[in-house]
């Protein structure tokens, strides 16, 4: 049925179709979105420190009038493409890349947009040796202390903390058919099964779809993908997702900083504040 | 180590007689016989070969405070099957088994003092649901660290935790970000954060708190890192080499500051908090 990378009309997606579909090669990437919003984007590489990640691609771009910083994880579509994109999956260079833009966003008070597609951090012996736990966990820290607006938008596949280390942002919001979760439903089932072939079972209680986080209150909006899906009209799901994003933008352009910074050690702090514990378990929102 | 043997007040081994840990009749370092009394007192640390034995937090909290010291906070938040977890076990049964077994959840936080100064102490649990970084667990540590940025108490972490946990799906992810920030918040605020680094420390966890020490301790043998090697070799279809992730490995690769004998962390610790005061 995703053949296409497309929905078919008036039909309930189970959540391993919603998967498939959020994973499909036909779906808009991240610089197919970036250079519909942005069409004068001007890439820029480098951590400035050992490397360039393929993985994620960073650069400027004039967005409704203001200079912007984008980043966003980069899959390819070819099989020569998606080696040299490592599938989307960042190294510890991505992450430094990431920060050291947004530091550079910071001194030109350029806002940013971060767009998630990964199915997780690269899990590989290289990215082992160069630090990934230490760059994911450096840089989730980091964005806390960024002076400018984030909205960040998962766009395909949030995975895991590869994806977090992307995520942490003023306002995120979800693409209809994207998914975002603790692990991959091949990781959570190895670790909970020890056998990745429970993958299904897995998705079906992981409550990964855009519509899950919504009602748990991990992002703040889910944008309506075109019909047949956004692989079915690029321009039609940039309209949707550039309008959406502006939308948040605006609201936070004008936020002071200590504010802006405020709300979001808060948005994270209290974001399970929705879940009925007890004793009283934070703040209620 | 004479540099060590600075602080004004003895420092003894424990803060507190370790409780009784299952043991095997043999060192699975070296063969040695073992015998309970001795590896009591020796921090369950083989006196032969130095194999680290991993402890729970009950017995971290009698390692590192002084005796009668220790003031346990928000033992009381409980966790939620919140995505109605049911296959392969229904998570919370799991977790009330667990609490019916003693054990308080992945992470316990709370006040005491090491050689006489106080600290923010918390220690993950690897026997529950393998020390994974829980809402519960999150929410004892951002409030503990808190706290520590408001009031300038050193905060001290023990690590031993497989990662985020798959049965609170992505609002366990979320923790990372959660605890991050209140990391952060101990930094603006000039509090010094000491993370001990156990086996194993991995996921979730590795990439939030645990690397993020003022100083990262790591005890010796300990495996550190991201993705576990399984994993890793599903994945890739490396070949791993021998300690690959180990403590020593980390320290090679510059993510942990020290490898040190557990049965020399309590010295260590109090002379750092002499040096941050």
């Known amino acids: ?81 998606r080696v040299a994109r490592n599938w989307g999956m960042m190294h510890p260079e991505g992450y430094r890349k990431a920060i050291r833009l947004a530091h550079h966003a910071a001194k030109f008070r350029f806002p940013i947009v971060s767009l998630i597609d990964t199915p997780g951090a690269y899990p590989g012996a290289g990215a082992e ?147 009925h514990a007890e004793p009283h378990f934070g703040p209620k929102v | ?53 991993r402890l729970g937090a009950d017995a971290w909290i009698a390692l590192i405070a002084d005796r009668g010291t220790w003031k346990e906070r928000w033992g009381d938040i409980r966790s939620h099957d919140l995505l109605n977890w049911k296959v392969p076990k229904p998570y919370q049964e799991v977790v009330e088994k667990l609490m019916e077994d003693g054990l308080n959840e992945a992470l316990r936080t709370g006040t005491c003092t090491l050689a006489g100064r106080p ?11 393998g020390g994974t970084l829980s809402i519960v667990a999150g929410e004892r540590l951002a409030r503990g660290m808190e706290q520590a940025a408001g009031s300038g108490i050193p905060y001290v972490l023990v690590s031993a935790s497989g990662g985020a946990r798959m049965q609170e799906g992505v609002l366990a992810l979320m923790q990372l970000a959660k605890v991050n920030a209140a990391v952060g918040r101990m930094h603006a605020a000039g509090v010094p954060y000491f ?32 993705t576990g090697p399984r ?3 599903q994945a890739t279809y490396a070949d791993l080499p021998p300690g690959f992730q180990s403590a020593e490995f980390q320290l090679a690769h510059g993510q942990v500051d020290m490898v040190l004998p557990r049965t020399e962390l309590r010295r260590l610790l109090a002379h750092l908090l002499e040096m941050y005061p």
């Open chain 1, 129 to 275: 040796e160069r630090g990934i736990a230490a760059a994911i966990a450096e840089a989730i820290m980091e964005w806390f202390r960024i002076p400018v607006p984030i909205v960040a938008a998962v766009i395909g596949e949030g995975g895991s903390g590869g994806a977090l280390g992307m995520g942490v942002a003023d306002r995120v919001i979800m693409l209809e058919n994207s998914i975002y979760s603790v692990a991959s439903p091949e990781a959570a089932a190895s670790i909970v099964w020890r056998d990745n072939n429970r993958k299904v079972e897995a998705a079906e209680q992981l409550q990964l779809t855009s519509r899950d986080l919504l009602a748990m209150g991990v992002v703040e909006e889910v944008v309506t993908e075109p019909k047949g899906s956004a692989g079915a009209d690029y321009d039609a799901a940039s309209v949707a997702l550039d309008e959406a994003l502006n939308r948040h933008m605006q609201s936070l352009l004008t936020q002071p900083t200590d504010e802006l910074l405020q709300h979001r050690y808060e948005r994270f702090r209290y974001i399970d504040s929705l879940i």
């Open chain 2, 119 to 129: 600290i923010w102490l918390a220690a993950f649990d690897f026997r529950f649901v």
């Open chain 2, 231 to 233: 994993v890793i070799k």
């Open chain 1, 1 to 81: 049925m995703t053949r296409h990378g497309r929905k078919p009309d008036d039909t309930t997606l189970s959540v391993w179709q919603v998967i498939e579909l959020a994973r499909h090669p036909d779906r808009p990437y991240s610089l197919d979105y970036i250079r519909r919003l942005a069409p004068d984007f001007i890439e820029l590489h480098g951590d400035r420190l050992s490397g360039d990640d393929p993985a994620l691609v960073g650069g400027i771009g004039t967005w409704h009038g203001r200079t912007t910083v984008f980043l966003g994880h980069q899959k390819g579509r070819s099989l020569k493409e």
């Open chain 2, 1 to 53: 180590m004479s540099v060590l043997a600075r602080p004004a007040t003895e420092v003894r081994i424990a803060g507190s007689k370790l409780p009784d840990i299952p043991l095997p009749s043999n060192c699975p370092g070296c063969g040695v016989g073992l015998d309970l009394e001795t590896m009591r007192k020796h921090n369950y640390v083989c006196t032969q070969c130095g194999h680290h034995f």
């Open chain 2, 195 to 226: 993370s001990v680094l156990t086996d194993p420390t991995f996921g979730g966890t590795a990439a939030s708190l645990a690397l993020l020490g003022d100083i990262n301790i790591a005890e010796p043998g300990a495996a550190i890192g991201f």
